[in-house]
Structures are given as C-alpha cells and as structure tokens.
T-cell receptor, first 113, second 110 residues
Framework: NAGVTQTPKFRVLKTGQSMTLLCAQDMNHEYMYWYRQDPGMGLRLIHYSVGEGTTAKGEVPDGYNVSRLKKQNFLLGLESAAPSQTSVYFC????????????FGPGTRLTVL | GENVEQHPSTLSVQEGDSAVIKCTYSDSASNYFPWYKQELGKGPQLIIDIRSNVGEKKDQRIAVTLNKTAKHFSLHITETQPEDSAVYFCAAFNDYKLSFGAGTTVTVRA
C-alpha cells in the first residue's frame, strides 16, 4: 500500500496564479485533512472532509477551497495565490475522527513569489 | 479554541541520555493526545498516543504521561540514539480537530 500520496512535491507560483494540490489515499479512510506547516507554528488545519462529497472549514480556511468527489481523493485549490500562502502543505487521512491515528503524506512545498 | 504550547523548541542531548518534551493544553474537554515524529523532508508519523482516561503509557524507549488536572502531558525518550533526531509534535484532540504544538527539534549528539 502506498498510504497517503501528494502531488506535486514542489511548486513555485507567482502572485495571483492558481493551482490544485492532489491528495490520494489507498486505506479506504473516511476522513481526510489538509494542513499547512509554517516555521514555529506547528500544523494548522485548513479544511477537512468526513466522507465523499463533504467538506468543512478548519482553522485557517481563507484563500483555499477543497473538493472530495471520490473517497480516495482530496483536492486543495488556491484560486489566487498570495505570498502568505508560501508553506509546506500536508494531507492526512484517518479511519474516523477522534482517537484514531492520522496518516500523513510526504508534503508539498509551495513558494508564492 | 484549543491552544497547545510545547517546550522546549530545541533540545540537544548526548547519545544514551534521556530527552523530555512538555506540552500544555487549554481546553479540559480535550481527550486524546498523540505525539508525532517528523524526519527531514517527510510527513509526521505517529509514535505514541494517550487517552484522557490513562495517566501513563510506555512503548519500548518511549513513554508519555498525562496530568489532566494540570492539563499537561510529556514525552520521554530514554537511551537516545542518532535515529531519534527529528522534530517532535504534541497534539490535543478536541471537538473535530487536532491542535498541534509548535514542535521540538531534537538533536542527538554522538
């Protein structure tokens, strides 16, 4: 099993450009999450999904949109990138919420110039 | 919302010594406390967790303690080895999400 995979691994954008980050999991997990990791701030939840066709806002959702059209995929979109969105983005999945392990992908390093 | 504070931000230990990382949380409703290890260029990986009805848990060289009254929990690594060098994150689960501490960079000196 590949676990959680993320595409792309690196990306450089100019301010105002758009892009989509793809997350895929092969563990048949119901829950999926998008986090951003910034120096000295740990991981912060952007959006999450409790199942196919559902999404919800996390702690820092502004400037991002998500979609979960298929159970195994969770997409994170930036419609108009800003330098403040320069970060490392991690996708995670879990069987359920609460006291269940979250499995993380390898991350996408995004730089917005 | 939940606020998790983690200390220290960096920790350097001699190989074979112990390492201790401490976290505090603000919301007494938090009921699950995982610890994640992140190696360079990789995603975080769960190393141990503890639930609110347990005071201590051990797994080989790693142990975690929880004090619900004081709202703090700690990670203890004994007999540290070079492969323990990484960034460690504590987290607390409340409502629908995990709230993470800022991380501790642990360096094990040979």
């Amino acid at each position: 099993n590949a676990g959680v995979t993320q595409t792309p691994k690196f990306r450089v954008l100019k301010t105002g450009q758009s892009m989509t980050l793809l997350c895929a999991q092969d563990m048949n997990h119901e829950y999926m999450y998008w986090y951003r990791q910034d120096p000295g701030m740990g991981l912060r939840l952007i959006h999450y999904s409790v199942g196919e066709g559902t999404t919800a806002k996390g702690e820092v959702p502004d400037g991002y949109n998500v979609s979960r059209l298929k159970k195994q995929n969770f997409l994170l979109g930036l419609e108009s990138a800003a330098p403040s969105q320069t970060s490392v983005y991690f996708c995670a999945s879990s069987y359920k919420a609460g006291q269940f392990e979250q499995f993380f992908g390898p991350g996408t390093r995004l730089t917005v110039l | 919302g939940e606020n998790v504070e983690q200390h220290p931000s960096t920790l350097s230990v001699q190989e074979g010594d112990s390492a201790v990382i401490k976290c505090t949380y603000s919301d007494s409703a938090s009921n699950y406390f995982p610890w994640y290890k992140q190696e360079l260029g990789k995603g975080p990986q769960l190393i141990i967790d503890i639930r609110s009805n347990v005071g201590e848990k051990k797994d080989q060289r790693i142990a975690v303690t929880l004090n619900k009254t004081a709202k703090h929990f700690s990670l203890h690594i004994t007999e540290t080895q070079p492969e323990d060098s990484a960034v460690y994150f504590c987290a607390a689960f409340n409502d629908y999400k995990l709230s993470f501490g800022a991380g501790t960079t642990v360096t094990v000196r040979a």
